[in-house]
């Protein structure tokens, strides 16, 4: 099967687009830290009699520290990635270039995670940018 070829967003939609957490996310608080359960798709081989022998998890858990927490609940689906770092910047006292690379890696983390998606406006082309079931 052949993925097709995925055209990479400019900087400009990037910045205009609005990170959307994964509604299949559970949020958990332990001990002033959070942390996301992200739901696990069983692979084809794990039914039948090999799921029966193997445990499987159906979740996986990933902790966030106070800043990661920070830029997850600003991922609302109303604020676009510039305002985040924008906010971030601000808060941190840090020059926007710089809010932007910490920001923009975590949220491609994230979204390597399944656990945010990145929602262009649609007066930009296409209307997804990788990530999650927002």
Do not use: Y
Request: hydrophobic fraction near 45%; proline fraction near 4%.
């Amino acid at each position: 099967m052949r993925r097709r070829a995925q055209e990479s967003p400019s900087a400009g939609q990037v910045l205009d687009a609005v990170p959307t957490c994964n509604r299949a996310v559970r949020e958990e608080r332990r001990a002033g830290a959070l942390v996301l359960w992200v739901p696990i798709q069983r692979r084809w081989w794990m039914s039948g009699p090999v799921g029966w022998l193997l445990p499987f998890r159906r979740e996986k858990g990933i902790e966030l520290d106070a800043l990661g927490q920070q830029v997850w609940q600003a991922c609302d689906g109303e604020r676009r990635v510039e305002q985040i770092i924008e906010d971030f910047a601000r808060e941190h006292q840090v020059r926007f270039h710089e809010a932007r690379l910490s920001v923009m890696q975590f949220l491609r983390a994230l979204m390597q995670r399944n656990l945010v998606a990145l929602v262009v406006p649609e007066k930009a082309e296409g209307s997804h940018v990788g990530g999650a079931d927002a």
